[in-house]
Every structure is written in structure tokens, then in C-alpha cells.
């Protein structure tokens, strides 16, 4: 499907659709009109001193102009449509509203849906998937719907399925440990993300362009469209934060001191607070998968594959039990020096389960075991375990597996 849109005009003007009018746009090769929705402004150039006037270069720019205005039109069309067949209910339903699934198999290019999701994997909840791209009241992504109740912030949702569901992933801390847990979530999310967001939207802003999920003749254009509007507000909050004040280099040194830190506090335990899985592994796994899988060839990754392998180790061994259909090359776990050929090996795309439950995936003859009270069975594919001393050990050695040692 091809089309365009142009707007002219000799004098100053602003033209304006309201909310309940359209913009009929004729199609070539096809006669049917297709109508946008929403509010479109153009705003004229200015004429100073009859420079510009009656030159073939202000007809350039209004015909640029308008091309511009017609791809934020149909991007904001592509974002806000509703991609379901059906409207979903959250009557007794989870409806997760998150971002599209990126090209690279990565579950989301965002460290916050990526937590939630993997949340309600881990406290065993189903699910329904919502990629709408409509953000909440608030102007918030991730949030949820239960019972036609929304909420919206990472730990917001937390605390609101915590309150209608009765799940707590911390039951089983101690007051100290849930005390270090919070501290170690607002190091992740208060200071870490902000440099995670600076490697993906400014610094490799190309790369992460091309995981955008988008198709159509003017893919390539709004992929452009985005990744700059990211990277300008990405550049204004870090600014704001007082983060972005800082250089290149020094925004790196910050990532690496809070990298090594979580790599200090991990050491050899299977998950952050030991033996005992909790919503903190989620939080740091939804920004540690970041650097993982989606920033080949950057320091992040040169860190987490190379002197800090025990949070590569940690990061495998949650994609393996909550994320079963999430496919990785054997040699993308492991960072070789060779940028291209970390990413030479591109991962399917990664299967929409739609409505998810963990309990779905299990062998049947581990399902039937799996009691109300969210047990594990033994050897389930959810206790599938990464350089543990586990079963698990033995299959990965099956895979040619290199050597993952703390």
C-alpha cells in the first residue's frame, strides 16, 4: 500500500482535525478512502525578508513537511490501533499491556516489561498479553488490568497483585534480607537502567533501530522516527536525572561499578538472596538481559560475557526456567571479541504465548504433580539450572557449552 500526503500554503495557517473529524486519504491504485483520526497542525515558514519567497526550496520543505507530518500520523496510527481480533475482559484475567516483542527474540527492549512478565512467570499467575502501545493514565509501560482495575510502575503492580492475588515472591525473607533486596532494586532501577537506556537509545541508537518490530513501505522511516524520539527524551530524563550532566566515559564507569557490584553480591549463589528466589532477580534480570542479548559488541556486554560471567550465569539460568520458548544460540552466551560474530547467530523470533501460564509448559507428567501451592516438581523444565551443580550441567555440556566458571 502506497500513499502520500502534502500540505502548501502562501499565508500563515493552521489547519486542525478535531477528535471526531477525519482526513480522507486516496490511495493509489485503489479506490478506497482510509480516514486518520486525531489532531494534525501545520505550522507555515516564515518569510524573512523574501529570502524564501517563490524558491524552489520552500517547495521542498513543504513538501518535506508534509511527508513528515503524514508519517507521525501513520505511526501514531500503527501504535495506537488495537491489534487484538477480540476486546479483552480482566474479569479474573491478568491483561499485561507492555510494548511489541523486538526482531532479535529478546522478550521486550524495555527492563520493566521484561520484569513484570518475567513476575508473573516466577509467581506462576497467567496472563494475557496486550501489545497495544497504549500507555496508562499515568503515561506509564508496563501496567495491568485485573478485575477491570488498572495499575501502572513496576513496583505499583507488584504490590497490587500482591493485594488481590495473595502471591509474595519475598514470603520466605527476613526483614533484613527484604531490606538489601529494596536497596539492591533501587540501585537497578534508579541508577543502573539509566545507563542501560543510554547504551541502547543514544550511544547504539542504530543497532537498537533495527530491533524494532516494525513493517510496511515506511518501516525504515518510522524506525528513524522513533529511535529519535526516544533518544531525545531518553537524553532530556537522564539530563533531568542528573546522569546525562555527566561524559560518555563517565556515564560508562558508573555502569561498570554498579555491574561489578551486582556481580559481588551474586558471587556463587543461584539467585540474589541465595537459595531463595524472589522478586529482586526478576528486577535485575529484566535490565542484566538487556545488556546480554541486545547490545552486541558494547562494553555491557563485553562485562557480563567476559569478567563478569557469574551474572551471564545468573541471566541463562532465569531465561532457561521462566523462558522456555526463548531460543539462544550456545555461542551467544559467552562474548568472543567479535562483535559481528556475537550477533551472527540471530535467535528466532520469540513464540507470543498469548495467554500464559507457567504450568502449561510443563511435561504433563510434571503437571500433574504440580500442586496448588505453586511447588516445583524435580527436573521440570523451570528447574532447568546453569552451572549449579544440577542435572542440568550434563545437557549443557551435551550443547558444547563453554566453561562457565565463578
Known amino acids: 500500500m502506497h500513499w502520500a500526503a502534502g500540505f502548501a500554503s502562501s499565508q500563515p495557517c493552521v489547519v486542525e482535525l478535531g477528535r471526531n473529524h477525519s482526513l480522507p486519504l486516496g490511495l493509489c491504485g485503489s479506490e478506497q478512502q482510509q480516514s486518520l483520526y486525531g489532531y494534525i497542525i501545520t505550522f507555515p515558514l516564515q518569510d524573512y525578508g523574501g529570502i524564501m519567497s517563490d524558491s524552489w526550496w520552500k517547495k521542498t520543505l513543504y513538501i518535506t513537511g508534509g511527508a513528515l507530518l503524514a508519517a507521525a500520523a501513520y505511526l501514531l496510527h500503527e501504535l495506537l490501533a488495537i491489534r487484538k481480533e477480540q476486546q479483552l475482559d480482566s474479569k479474573d484475567a491478568i491483561i499485561l499491556h507492555q510494548f511489541s516483542r523486538p526482531k532479535n527474540g529478546v ?174 532477580d526478576a528486577t535485575v534480570f529484566g535490565h542484566l538481559a538487556q545488556a546480554m542479548w541486545t ?22 539460568r532465569m531465561r532457561r526456567r521462566f523462558w522456555p520458548e526463548w531460543f539462544v544460540e550456545v555461542e551467544d552466551l559467552y562474548y568472543d571479541g567479535d562483535s559481528e560474530s556475537s550477533g551472527a547467530g540471530s535467535p528466532t523470533g520469540l513464540l507470543d504465548f498469548g495467554l500464559f501460564s507457567r504450568t502449561d509448559t510443563l511435561e504433563d507428567s510434571d503437571a500433574s504433580n504440580h500442586s496448588a501451592g505453586h511447588t516445583h516438581t524435580p527436573n521440570s523444565l523451570f528447574d532447568s539450572d546453569v552451572g549449579t551443580g544440577s542435572d542440568n550441567e550434563s545437557n549443557l555440556k551435551e550443547e558444547q557449552m563453554p566453561s562457565l566458571e565463578v
Open 107 to 280: 522478550p521486550s527492549l524495555s527492563p520493566f516489561c521484561l520484569k513484570i512478565e518475567t513476575y508473573l512467570r516466577m509467581a506462576d499467575l497467567p496472563y494475557q498479553n496486550y501489545f497495544d502501545g497504549k500507555l496508562s493514565p499515568q503515561g506509564k509501560m508496563p501496567w495491568v488490568e485485573y478485575n477491570h482495575e488498572q495499575a501502572s510502575g513496576s513496583e505499583f503492580i507488584v504490590d497490587f497483585l500482591e493485594e488481590k492475588l495473595g502471591v509474595n515472591l519475598n514470603k520466605n525473607l527476613t526483614p533484613q534480607e527484604r531490606a538489601v533486596s529494596r536497596a539492591i532494586t533501587k540501585m537497578v532501577e534508579e541508577h543502573l537502567y539509566w545507563t542501560i537506556a543510554y547504551c541502547q537509545w543514544v550511544d547504539n541508537l542504530e543497532e537498537t533501530q533495527k530491533l524494532l518490530a516494525m513493517s510496511g513501505p515506511l518501516s525504515d522511516t518510522l524506525k528513524w522516527l522513533l529511535g529519535h524520539l526516544n533518544r531525545g527524551m531518553v537524553r532530556r530524563e537522564m539530563y533531568g536525572h542528573g546522569i546525562g550532566r555527566f561524559s560518555k566515559e563517565e556515564v560508562y564507569a558508573l555502569m561498570e561499578k554498579d555491574m561489578r557490584t551486582l556481580a559481588t553480591l551474586l558471587g556463587d549463589k543461584k539467585y540474589f538472596m541465595g537459595s531463595k528466589m524472589s522478586a529482586l
Open 295 to 316: 547490545l552486541p559488541g558494547t562494553r555491557p556486554e563485553q562485562l557480563i560475557k567476559g569478567e563478569l560471567i557469574n551474572l551471564a550465569m545468573f541471566c541463562e
